[in-house]
């Protein structure tokens, strides 16, 4: 059974950095597409970057230039760095998982709060 594991979510001031991670057990990390999305309060969840098992990257226009999306295979983990933070990227961040045979999989969430 796939299991997906985020980590690093937390408090932090308007223009501030973290970093997420996700680390995956249960599968074959190096055949998945890799992504994030996130979830505001009262919106829809939407993708907000993605890495596939090339290293292709997708960023959703609004975090293009301030997130960065990475994967390290050896320790099967997919990260997130995320700088120059916004109130606006408020949200549980969501750890995906799509197998080769279109299978996904989600991470229980972590929450990013960034304070004005």
């Known amino acids: 059974q796939v299991q997906l594991v985020e980590s690093g979510g937390g408090l932090v001031q308007t223009g501030g950095s973290l970093r997420l991670s996700c680390a995956a057990a249960?599968?074959?990390?190096?055949?998945?597409?890799m992504g994030w999305y996130r979830q505001a309060p009262g919106k829809q969840r939407e993708q907000v970057a993605t890495?596939?098992?090339?290293?292709?990257?997708y960023y959703v226009d609004s975090v293009k230039g301030r997130f960065t999306i990475s994967r390290d295979n050896a320790k099967n983990t997919v990260y997130l760095q995320m700088n120059g933070l916004k109130p606006e990227d408020t949200a549980v961040y969501y750890c995906?998982?799509?197998?080769?045979?279109?299978?996904?999989?989600w991470g229980k969430g972590t929450l990013v709060t960034i304070s004005s």
């Open positions: 995906n998982s799509r197998d080769p045979w279109g299978t996904n999989t």
């Open positions: 249960g599968t074959i990390f190096s055949l998945n597409t």
């Open positions: 890495v596939t098992t090339g290293g292709g990257t």
